[in-house]
């Protein structure tokens, strides 16, 4: 269910995550099977991949690409908040700056890679994502961002080696964009939220802060297209209270809990809608839906 947030107004959502059945191989760096391929996987379906099992067995996968972050300690009082303890997992100083990495080694080493590499659209830092794994696996990798991205970001994707292309104005834009080039050149996409290996792979997160924060009973994450947020509700399951957070001018999981799906959000300023997905995904609202308390 959803509650007004006390300090926004704009609605959190809460999530348990719940036992499903799995269909996850042995990773393929252990010298034994290598995963199958998922089938095309809907909404109906995702929660039997996306779940405890699945993150568990797909970070041992990544953990030789991607770092185990801090997790630092401080007084929610320093915040303005009643004093108590309040954990910070510092994913920026993650491989690429955010924790999309994680997602982005879960995608390259678990799908097939085709000749002419991955293709993936961002307003920044799943691009940035993806052409750090692109260049550790010695694979190519193209990255479509939006104009407004921001010059840091995109001197990074750049200085990764990826073929970049800047193009359009928004997000929707440039993933667009990478569609086409997708269909044209054989490319795989990787999408920066609405893809299993993307989850399984943020997943991992959960599990890492799990670890250092054993007695946190509540987690947020911040919500755009609901990867992140799927992936720590999938691994958490009954263990916590996950709580979504996202901003008034981009209120895209709100939207969809009203509507029951995924619904286009309006966008409150021009950073938002240029770099923010316009509403959550099908596959990670279906996660979500499935763990909401």
């Not at 006390?6 to 995550?17: D, I, K, Q, V, Y």
């Not at 104009?147 to 990074?156: C, D």
Request: charged share 15%.
């Amino acid at each position: 269910m959803a509650t007004p947030c006390p300090a926004t107004g704009t609605l959190l959502a809460a999530f348990r995550g719940g036992c499903l059945a799995v269909r996850m191989s042995t990773p393929h760096t252990t010298g034994r099977a290598r995963p199958a391929q998922y089938p095309q996987i809907t909404a109906a379906d995702v929660g039997t991949v996306v779940n405890r099992h699945g993150i568990g067995t797909v970070e041992p996968l990544i953990r030789p690409y991607v770092r185990h972050t801090p997790a630092i300690t401080v007084d929610r009082a320093d915040f303005g908040l009643p004093s108590g303890p309040l954990v910070l997992k510092l994913e920026q100083l993650q491989h690429g700056g955010s924790f999309k990495a994680r997602g982005a080694f879960a995608n390259l080493l678990l799908r097939d890679m085709p000749a002419a590499g991955v293709v993936a659209a961002s307003g920044g830092n799943h691009g940035a994502a993806v052409a750090f794994a692109a260049r550790a696996l010695g694979i190519p990798a193209r990255i479509y961002v939006p104009h407004v991205s921001s010059p840091a970001k995109i001197a990074r994707i750049r200085g990764y080696g990826a073929d970049l292309v800047v193009a359009g104005a928004t997000y929707s834009d440039a993933l667009a964009a990478s569609q086409e080039w997708a269909a044209s050149s054989g490319a795989l996409p990787v999408h920066a939220y609405d893809q299993a290996e993307t989850m399984l792979g943020a997943g991992t997160l959960g599990m890492e802060l799990a670890a250092q924060a054993p007695d946190a009973a509540k987690v947020l994450a911040s919500v755009g297209g609901g990867g992140l947020l799927a992936g720590v509700a999938a691994w958490y399951a009954d263990q916590a209270q996950v709580i979504g957070v996202e901003p008034e001018g981009a209120p895209t999981l709100t939207e969809a809990m009203r509507a029951g799906r995924p619904v286009d959000a309006e966008a409150g300023s021009v950073a938002v809608d240029s770099l923010a997905p316009r509403r959550v995904g099908e596959l990670t609202f279906a996660v979500l839906a499935q763990n909401a308390a």
